[in-house]
Every structure is written in C-alpha cells, then in structure tokens.
C-alpha cells in the first residue's frame, strides 16, 4: 500500500520511523505522533551534511528516515519500502499555465501576497498578475536588509515601480537573523551552510503578523531548470512559512509547470523564463543579464553557540573538530548543535510525560543524554 508520495523536487518533506508505522511532515512531529524515545543521531547522515554530500533518505537522526524526492513511500507486512514515483513530462502552454497556479492562490479565499525579490522568477510572476489585472491588490512583500552584497532593496524596488506593483517594505538587521536561527533551526529540521533561509522566516511572519495566509514565491524555478532534486532548499522555504501558518504557493513546482519545464532540455540559464520575461516587456538586465545568486553574509552566532559546545558535540559525535574559520562552518556546526538540542528536547518532553515513572522513560532519557553536547561522554 502506498503510504504517501514526494514530489519530485521535494518541496514537502515525508519523514518515517524505521521500526513503527507512522509518517509525518518532521522530525519532532514524528517523534510526537508516533511517541519515539529519544533516538540517536545519524553519524554518517551528519557527516554528508557537514561535508556537502548528503545521504538521501536519512535523517540527523538514526531510527527517523525521509522520503527522497520523487519517491512512494510503501507499507506491507515486511514493513517500509521506497519505489521511485517519477514526473511525468509534457509540453504545454507554459505562461498559461503559470497563470492558472496563480489564479488558483487568488481563488483559495484567503488573504495573498507575493514575495517579491530581485530576481527574473518573482518578477515573472508579478507581471503576470499585472497582466491580470490584480498586481495592485495583491501585495508585494521585500525584505530590505541593508547588509551589503545582500540587499535586493532597489533591483526589487526598480521591478515594483515598474509593474505597477503595491509595496511593503520589511525592514531587518543581522540581529533579527541571529535570533531567529534556533526557531529556523527547529523549522528546517538540518544543519544549514548559510543564513539565507533564515530570511525566509523573517518575511513569512511580517506577512502573518499582516493577516496574509498565502505567500506567492519564485522559489523551484532553479531547481526545476536544472534537475536539482537534492532538496536542500525548497523543503527548508516551505517549513519556514508553515511554522508562521503561511502557505507557500510556488508557482514553479505547480504540476502542469513541472510537466511543461522537464519536457524541455536541463537549462540552468533559464532561457524559457527569459523568453517569457521578454514577452512581457520585463527589464533587459533580467532577460539578458546573468543571475545573481545570493548568500547571507557572515554573522557572528557564537552568543548562540559558543565554540567550546562545538568542540564537545564533534567529539561525543567521533568527527574531527572543525577549525570554524569559514563562515560556511560556523553556521554548519552552530545550526547542528541548536538542532540536536532542540530534538532531544522535543523527545524527552513526551517521553517523561508518557512514561515518566517507567524504566523504559528513564533508559531512553538516560540514552539521549549521552550524545548530548552539553553532556559529552568521559
């Protein structure tokens, strides 16, 4: 029986435990729903994604698995099993069909906006609600920075004058990004390379806090053009806004613009989407001009972890401690440590209010305890 199905980019994570039946969206809801003890982390899991190899189908954690993109996940009485669920591809009306999705996001009832930065793939979308006739009403949402060689403030700025778009400016510094890691932490559920998807978080609760619901994003148009199905993005936009109870709708990832775009040859360059940018009279440095992909710059997080607690955690793990002279580092190890906290936290919690007088209970904390970074072994 087919338990469920990922997409093929992995937008929306599947996770599972390896002795059990029960799936879910996370982590720490697995371990919720299904009342999993404390488990242990995944060494070899840990280890490709501190090293940028990561294990498809694993977990920080041992005893919790993920469901690859483009996969079913099957139940039978042997137990789970994985069976490839490849997209199937075909030509169609691509412009069509992107307008279809976001009609589909206008007819949902709720309140909408579209994350608009200051790239070619928002921008498409924002002229194409222009061309429906809505851009006014459906508010474009930029987040405004000014962290240098970050900022899309004026290129975001530029495209909204020029489409006619109505603007909300939300402004942040590197401090609200350093305090909303541990939370982006817990959202994403894996250790992250660069700070960037914390911005996901900060926008998608400006937006809540303005009662919109469903946020229109840009975000899958890279990943779809070159057949990246690692899923070390996409997933981590998408949890990012369902913790602030906002749908991510990307119009990228809708099913008929999947089947269209994969018909087509790999195209990293995007020249479809330029085209079509063209068409629709968009600005010549987006339909000409190279992309810009951006990082965050560095922050210092050491008030979040210090180094010390980086060290204890890589030697109760047995990996080679890191020198932290690389941002790329520093925000690896930081966000893991915050991870692994956060989930013993979340399995502790429901194991002592289960089972709190039980020896089972207190085996498991005990167990969890060992690889603990604050509780290193002697």
């Not at 909408?112 to 921008?123: F, K, N, R, T």
């Not at 018909?263 to 339909?287: F, H, I, M």
């Not at 965050?296 to 793990?317: E, F, G, N, Y």
């Not at 194991?351 to 709190?356: G, R, W």
């Amino acid at each position: 029986m087919i338990v469920a199905t990922r997409d093929e980019f992995g937008f929306r994570r599947i996770v599972y435990a390896e002795r059990g039946e029960a799936t879910s969206n996370g982590i720490a809801s697995l371990l919720r729903k299904a009342r999993l003890p404390a488990s242990v982390p995944d060494i070899a899991a840990i280890q490709g994604y501190l090293g940028g190899d990561r294990l498809a189908g694993h977990t920080v954690l041992r005893d919790v698995l993920a469901v690859p993109p483009g996969h079913s996940l099957i139940r039978s009485p042997q137990g789970w099993a994985l069976r490839a669920a490849p997209g199937a591809a075909e030509r169609g009306n691509l412009r069509e069909a992107l307008r279809a999705s976001l009609q589909s996001a206008l007819d949902s009832g709720k309140r909408v906006a579209l994350a608009l930065s200051g790239g070619l793939d928002s921008a498409l979308l924002l002229a194409l609600l222009r061309e429906m006739g809505v851009q006014r009403s459906i508010p474009s949402y930029i987040l405004v920075t000014d962290l240098p060689d970050y900022c899309e403030r004026d290129t975001a700025l530029d495209i909204a004058d020029r489409l006619g778009a109505r603007v909300k400016l939300v402004r942040v510094t590197a401090q609200d990004f350093v305090a909303a890691l541990p939370a982006a932490t817990r959202c994403v559920e894996e250790p992250m390379f660069n700070m960037h998807p914390v911005a996901k978080l900060l926008l998608a609760r400006a937006m809540a806090a303005d009662g919109i619901a469903v946020a229109i994003t840009g975000d899958g148009a890279d990943q779809v053009m070159r057949r990246d199905r690692s899923a070390n993005y996409l997933p981590l936009c998408n949890a990012m806004f369902a913790d602030a109870a906002v749908t991510l709708h990307a119009p990228f990832l809708d099913a008929a613009v999947v089947r269209h775009l994969t018909s087509l040859p790999r195209d990293p360059d995007k020249q479809c989407l330029r085209e079509l940018g063209e068409q629709l009279a968009l600005p010549e440095r987006l339909v000409r001009g190279p992309k810009q992909g951006r990082l965050a710059p560095a922050m210092d997080l050491r008030p979040l972890v210090d180094d010390a607690r980086i060290r204890d955690l890589s030697t109760t793990l047995g990996i080679a401690q890191p020198a932290l002279h690389v941002d790329t580092e520093r925000v690896l190890w930081t966000t893991l440590v915050l991870l692994l906290d956060s989930l013993q936290a979340e399995a502790m919690s429901h194991t002592s209010a289960s089972a709190a007088a039980t020896v089972s209970s207190s085996s498991a904390i005990e167990s969890a305890s060992s690889w603990h970074p604050r509780n290193p072994p002697s």
